[in-house]
């Protein structure tokens, strides 16, 4: 499935990272930053626990984000292995997914 930033924002309707620490950070909260439009929460302290807490009441509305050989990718659900931080979706997917993150098509 290829899609764009755009179209995961338009499909799944990222949440914006609402917690203290990202308000704070502008590394994290700033839209420009990364191309994550404020969407990501870190993979530690308070953004992770409240990651693992929407994982554990709906995993059907988490991404994570993924640094692998051929680039970054969003997959559905929660993990570890490569990650580089997480999405919470106010839209559930409906099968397991991967999107890898095209420039241009």
Excluded at 15 to 23: D, G, I, V, Y
Excluded at 29 to 57: P, S
Excluded at 80 to 90: A, K, L, S, T
Aim: proline share 2%.
């Amino acid at each position: 499935m290829k899609i764009t930033e755009d179209n995961f924002d338009e499909v799944f309707k990222p949440q914006t990272n609402h917690l203290e620490r990202a308000k704070a950070n502008k590394s994290i909260a700033d839209e420009d930053v990364c191309g994550f439009n404020g969407w990501m929460y870190e993979t530690y302290g308070e953004d992770l626990d409240f990651v693992r807490k929407t994982a554990q009441e709906n995993p059907k509305k988490v991404w994570t984000i993924l640094d692998g050989d051929e680039g970054m990718f969003y997959v559905t659900g929660f993990h570890h292995v490569n990650r580089i931080g997480y999405f919470v979706c106010e839209v559930e997917f409906d099968e397991e997914q991967e999107i890898k993150l095209y420039e241009d098509f």
